[in-house]
């Protein structure tokens, strides 16, 4: 049994304290523990009063959510909430650190509620799919309304101790820990029974409610929880919340919370839940690698990438040294961050006292010399291997010994740009994604010789910075834009035979992406895929097949760069950011479909969505089986924070396990036989095939 409560008398106050490091889950152990401690302190009469908190500066972040591949054992939480709300002596809540999802829902069962100025409160269940399963859908409405309870279960986001305390969920914010205050509050309420109730006995203020305001509100949320159940019945709860007698009302959570339960998207939604956490995880680490410790660093090169990159250290008050070739060149990037940090001003995010006190952590340079006291280099120069090369035999020279030199190449071979050093082990790929100080996935790229200590060293700066890290191995593009390769390719070849970027664009973001691959280049700039595309044909390692890219080399040759000329596979009407087919498009399509003797037909969507994701399933069938991604849940971790796959369908290794790998395989079999050819198009990888044929999973190779 892990996890358990820890009770002391103070001054006729029974403290309860849930001991479960690291975040006091409410496992079974502690809700054991809470039972017991409640009993004895309604059976003692030398306890006039009950506080709950926990141990290790939390009050406790939710359900133990390891503990959902089973029927969880009694007693259980909301029961253990219902006696919290019957008790016949005061419970207050004293909460440091955090409140999230049944740790709120605990603190919503009790009579008071007193919070540190530091702490966060929030019920993210919607995030894995779920509704709040412990009353939290009834008592929170109860106590902030309805309008602030749909905020805060629909976006799953944390509220802080201050926001917390206007709307009236908690009844007073101190400096500090919430202890002593609290058990001042339960031994004042203690002696005046009429001071306190329960929250379920209070009624919810519908005053602002009108007959619409609910449809109004699942419209204006409809975009963003695309695909999503629990989202539309938090709502229904809420509902009930303002017109059902408390204990209905749980009845309806209940019945809602499971229907969620059951959900594919919720299953999903855990996988990646999971995922995220294992992802940053590398089994072979030797236990006494110790991490660095990263005090300054540098970017080289201060163009869009660098910029990017150099603001998410100095947002967590990390000095950068700003290298570029000039002193112009870094004035310009230190412009660009500094607009992006002012963004934060207009937005009410930030002040201009800490917009100065950012943009005073860089150091703006051109010399090499002066990166001698830098922990960390991260280049971000062109995609030139040999630029790298001089860059890195540069910094080998000047960076002190420790000093790990990492590159943010998105396709050159990390161990080529180590063997440059004499230093490889302290080599590493960090491979940030654009826009770098938004998007929230970073490749750690480790090379053959990269050490321990570094990967342990980036692995814990990733999580310091918010990063989502995920382990790669070295090959072209690593995880994420190896597998965009078959996708692009695909998307490309049902243009010509037939399928309009319209269409292509639709059946992709009815599957659940913010947007298709015509949008997505456009919105990436279709010079800078043409680019890449000479690069690798100059290289040799692009197929000889003249339909490949045909169409999107044709609009760059037009000088159709997408968005930024406000025309790529769409026209957009000046200022817009709107997608508008273009007729000139669709002709260019059909010429050159014509002069490729590709006859042009009608594409289902199915077909649509097929041929743009099986080429990606299978080649990460490949990079899990050549060890270049770990696990599956790495690679779904990649395509859900770095290029908008649906994350309430798990990834696409996830997803295609659900469709069952036996019938992936016998589609990519079929393609295989009708559009396969000499480049290997639609070769199933040898995994794939094996899995299918012993009849299981890529989670459960
Ligand atoms: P960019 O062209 O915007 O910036 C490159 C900067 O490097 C320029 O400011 C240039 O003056 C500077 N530079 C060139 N040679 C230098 C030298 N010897 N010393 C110091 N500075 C030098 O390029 P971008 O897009 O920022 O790309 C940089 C790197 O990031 C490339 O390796 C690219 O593949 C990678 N990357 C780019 C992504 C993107 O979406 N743009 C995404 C992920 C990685």
Redesign the pocket.
């Known amino acids: 049994m892990s996890g358990k409560v820890e009770t002391h008398l103070l001054d006729g106050v029974l403290v309860l304290s849930i001991d479960s490091p690291p975040v006091n889950a409410l496992s079974h152990g502690v809700r054991v523990g809470i039972e017991e401690g409640l009993r004895a302190a309604m059976d003692d009469p030398s306890v006039d009063a009950i506080v709950l908190t926990g141990l290790h500066g939390k009050f406790s972040a939710g359900a133990d959510i390891s503990e959902f591949s089973a029927a969880p054992k009694p007693p259980h939480l909301p029961f253990i909430i219902d006696a919290m709300e019957e008790a016949t002596k005061p419970i207050v809540a004293a909460i440091d650190g955090i409140a999230l999802g049944g740790g709120l829902e605990l603190a919503l069962g009790c009579h008071a509620r007193v919070a540190s100025s530091a702490a966060k409160l929030g019920l993210p269940e919607v995030l894995i799919g779920l509704i709040p399963g412990a009353g939290g859908t009834q008592r929170l409405p109860r106590l902030v309304g309805v309008e602030q309870s749909l905020e805060i279960m629909v976006s799953g986001r944390p509220v802080n101790a201050a926001k917390a305390h206007a709307m009236g969920l908690v009844d007073e914010v101190v400096e500090g820990g919430a202890l002593d205050a609290a058990v001042q509050r339960a031994q004042q309420l203690a002696q005046v029974p009429e001071s306190w109730s329960s929250v379920g006995e209070k009624n919810v203020n519908t005053e602002d409610i009108t007959n619409s305001y609910y449809d109004n509100y699942m419209q204006s949320i409809a975009k963003k929880t695309r695909g999503q159940i629990a989202p539309g019945r938090i709502v229904e709860a809420v509902k009930g919340s303002t017109r059902l007698p408390l204990e209905d009302g749980l009845k309806l959570e209940r019945d809602l919370f499971l229907q969620c339960m059951k959900s594919p998207e919720s299953k999903a939604l855990q996988h990646v839940f999971f995922s995220e956490r294992a992802a940053p995880q590398l089994p072979s680490m030797d236990a006494s690698a110790q991490p660095r410790e990263i005090k300054k660093i540098a970017v080289?090169?201060?163009?869009?990438?660098?910029g990017g990159i150099a603001m998410n250290f100095a947002s967590r008050g990390i000095p950068v040294r700003m290298?570029?070739?000039d002193a112009q060149?870094v004035e310009r990037?230190l412009a660009v961050v500094r607009g992006n940090y002012a963004r934060g001003i207009k937005r009410g995010k930030m002040t201009e006292a800490q917009l100065e006190a950012l943009m005073g952590l860089f150091e703006p340079t051109t010399d090499y010399a002066e990166l001698a006291d830098v922990d960390l280099v991260i280049e971000?120069?062109?995609?030139d291997m040999d630029?790298k090369k001089r860059?890195f035999s540069e910094l080998d020279r000047h960076c002190k010994p420790g000093a790990i030199l990492a590159t943010?190449?998105?396709?050159l071979d990390v161990d080529e740009i180590a063997a440059s050093t004499q230093r490889p082990a302290d080599v590493v790929g960090l491979?940030?994604?654009?826009p770098a100080n938004i998007m929230r996935l970073l490749e750690i790229v480790r090379g053959a010789a990269t050490s321990d200590s570094v990967m342990a060293t980036v692995i814990k700066l990733a999580k310091h910075i918010g990063k989502v890290g995920v382990i790669s191995g070295v090959c072209y593009g690593f995880i994420g834009n190896r597998m965009l390769e078959g996708y692009a390719r695909e998307s490309g070849l049902l243009l010509l035979e037939g399928a309009s970027p319209q269409e292509i664009d639709r059946a992709i973001f009815d599957f659940g992406f913010p947007m298709g691959p015509m949008a997505m280049g456009d919105l990436a700039g279709i010079d800078v895929g043409a680019r890449v595309r000479e690069e690798r044909r100059k290289a040799g390692s692009l197929p000889d097949d003249p339909r490949y890219g045909v169409i999107a080399d044709k609009l760059n040759e037009l000088g159709r760069f997408g968005q930024k000329t406000g025309r790529g596979f769409y026209h957009y009407e000046s200022g817009s950011r709107a997608p508008v087919p273009d007729a000139e498009v669709n002709e260019l399509i059909a010429e050159q479909a014509q002069k490729l003797g590709i006859e042009q037909r009608a594409i289902r969507d199915a077909e649509i969505v097929e041929r743009c994701l099986f080429p990606l399933i299978n080649e990460g069938a490949r990079i899990l089986d050549e060890g270049i991604a770990l696990r599956p849940g790495d690679i779904d971790v990649v395509w859900i924070f770095g290029y908008g796959f649906p994350a309430y369908r798990g990834g696409p290794m996830y997803y295609a396990d659900q469709l069952g790998l036996d019938h992936v395989y016998e589609r990519i079999c079929h393609y295989s036989e009708t559009l396969g050819n000499e480049f290997g198009y639609w070769t199933p990888s040898p995994l794939l095939e094996r899995l299918a044929k012993e009849g299981k999973g890529f989670l459960e190779r």
């Not at 971000?380 to 995609?383: G, K, N, P, Q, T």
């Not at 943010?408 to 396709?411: I, R």
């Not at 491979?431 to 654009?434: C, L, M, N, R, T």
């Open positions: 080289i090169g201060a163009g869009t990438m660098g290298m570029d070739v060149a990037g971000a120069v062109f995609e630029l860059v943010n190449t998105s396709t491979h940030f994604f654009s």
